[in-house]
Every structure is written in structure tokens, then in C-alpha cells.
């Protein structure tokens, strides 16, 4: 099949892409997806990010008060989009209300983030000085249960490795959407397919009893997904992501996880805290990155250095204490106010 090609400027089969208003001040794309909040965008040509979204694969680029995407459809069954004048024909019909929704619900485009930079900056000497620096930081509004299985994975771990892994978790559990200059995207897994129990076999859908050996695309009978993950590389992190999508399935389920979302900061971080392999810090990283909880500031090693070195918060201990862990929180909420943790991605 011939894979459909990267559109990676607007010149390229102008119709095909759309504009929002956005200046830099309010969103530095290179800053924000290559920060480590999410794991599933790529620079796929200078300036041109490629990721995946709401089950839709998209490219976007800024350029001066503009930021531009495209959006590409599905494949048919024979993975080709015919083409005229090198854009492919079917591109993905999309209703552009529905698209200029999805990225405006991202990036969370309704907070204005100049005045929350001028508020910082008022409050706090040290942000003033990074920040000019790095405009256009904003934290991202992701899907809950890509966020929280891609956190479970960082671990004592780098951007590099995650991404890898998380590109790795996808194109094993996730349904593939299309193929770009032969580089295949997939669907972050539904839940379902986390939990346990193996795929239904491509080859032989129909067929109730495993597929004979020799085809190789079919999960060895009863291989569960603690199995393939430890398959895949996650190492001890495989037993934690099925265990927390078990838990999920038999608890909250997938809408539980979302109603957090409404519920006060605390209670969302205690029920996430009771899931396997979820501690503060990946709690915190999941209010703040997909469960609308501002004031949620992940402290990792980092942080509490900088919490101790640059702002001399006193506390005792030669490590990071849950007590301490909840102190520079605080302090930092009391700094930054009810959108501290957006000041701390910073």
C-alpha cells in the first residue's frame, strides 16, 4: 500500500490545513511538547510537530500569531489516498468546529497566559528572571487515561526512554490509525486493552480458539498484558500498568477517572495514589496534566533542590519526604497562587 506523505507546511496542500489565533506569548509549540508532559509528539520536519490526538493524527506549526494543523484520515482497506495535484483526494473530512475545539481544549487556549506570567513574575523574583527566557510554556489538557498510563511510566526514567516506550505500548495495544512516509501511528490502548487479557487475533477474528502457532501476528494463548509489557522493555513499571488498569476496570472504570476532574484536588490525588506503581509525584503530574488541577505541582529530585538552593524553603531531612514532598507544594502554592503548578512548568 502506498503510505500517505507528511504534509509539513501549509504550503503543501494548502486546503488541507486550518489556523487558530495564537502569538507566541501564549504557546511556544517547540517548549511545550518536548517538555516531558506528553509523549507522543515528534518533530517530524523543522518547526512541524506530529502526534497523535483524540484518535486522530495530526501536524502543527506555528508561524508569527498563527498556529497552523492539519489533520489525516484513516486509511482505507488498501492504506492509499488517491491523490490530485500531490494532496491526497479523501483527506479526512473533518468538521472544523470539532478541530478547532479539540486543539483549543488542549492547549487549554481560554487561560490567558500573559497575564499569568506578569503575575508570577510580580510575585516572584526568580520567575522573573527564567521567564523571558521561556515564554509560552502552558500546561496541556490530556486524555486521563493515556496521561495517567504514560506517567506510570517515567519512573526512574528519561524523554527519550519514555517515549520510546510509550511508542512501543502503542503500537502493541492501541489500534493503528494511518501510516506516514511509512512511519505507522497508533491510538493510545483503550483500558480494555490493558487489562489482561490478550487480543482478539487479527488473523482469524471469527475463530473462538487461538490462531495456529506459525502466525506471527497472534499473542501466544493467555499472554497477559503484564507479560507483553515485560515483553516490551517496561521492566518492573509492566506489572504496575496492568495492575492500575485492573484496578481501574473494576473500580472507577474509564468515566470514574474522568469525574475527577470535578472533585477537589486532594481527593483526586488520594484515589490516584491508591493505584499501583502511583505515587505523589506521577498523582500530581496526572491532576495537573489531565484532571484540571492547577494548583498541583509535581516535586521530583529536581525541584526539591531548587525549592531548597534557590528559594531556601527550610526543611529538614536529606531527602524527599512525604512530609517535605507536601511542604514545598505548599510553599509554592502560597508563592504562585491557584496556578502553581502552570508557574512550575515553567
Known sequence: ?????????????????????????????DLVLSSGQSFRWWESSPGAWTGVLEGRVWTLRQDGDRLWYTVYGEEDEHGEEEERDGCPAKAARLDVAE?????????????????????????????????????????????????????????????????????????????????????????????????????????????ASPAPAHVPCCAPAGADAEARLRALGFGYRAKFV???????????????????????????????????????????????????????????THVWHIARQRYGVALGGKSLTPRAYQEIGDFFRGLWGPRAGWAQAV
Open 1 to 29: 500500500p502506498s503510505p500517505m506523505k507528511l504534509r509539513d507546511a501549509p504550503s503543501a496542500c494548502p486546503s488541507l490545513w486550518r489556523c487558530l489565533p495564537c502569538p507566541p506569548a501564549e504557546l511556544r509549540l
Open 99 to 207: 478541530t478547532d475545539r479539540i486543539l483549543r481544549d488542549y492547549f487549554q487556549l481560554d487561560v490567558g497566559l500573559s497575564g499569568l506570567y506578569r503575575a508570577w513574575a510580580a510575585a516572584d523574583p526568580l520567575f522573573r528572571k527564567v521567564a523571558s527566557d521561556f515564554p509560552g510554556v502552558r500546561v496541556l489538557r490530556q486524555d486521563p487515561v493515556e496521561c495517567l498510563f504514560s506517567f506510570i511510566c517515567t519512573s526512574n526514567n528519561h524523554i527519550s526512554r519514555i517515549t520510546a516506550m510509550i511508542e512501543r505500548l502503542c503500537q502493541a495495544f492501541g489500534r493503528r490509525l494511518c501510516c506516514l512516509d511509512s512511519r505507522p501511528f497508533h491510538a493510545f490502548p483503550a483500558l480494555s486493552a490493558l487489562t489482561g487479557a490478550p487480543p482478539p487475533c487479527r488473523c482469524h477474528p471469527a475463530a
Open 242 to 300: 496492568s495492575g492500575s488498569a485492573r484496578a481501574i476496570a473494576e473500580g472507577l472504570g474509564t468515566e470514574g477517572l474522568c469525574q475527577l476532574r470535578t472533585v477537589p484536588y486532594a481527593e483526586a490525588r488520594r484515589v490516584l495514589c491508591a493505584l499501583p506503581g502511583v505515587g505523589a509525584k506521577v498523582a500530581d503530574c496526572v491532576c495537573l496534566l489531565s484532571l484540571d488541577k492547577a494548583e498541583a505541582v509535581p516535586v521530583d
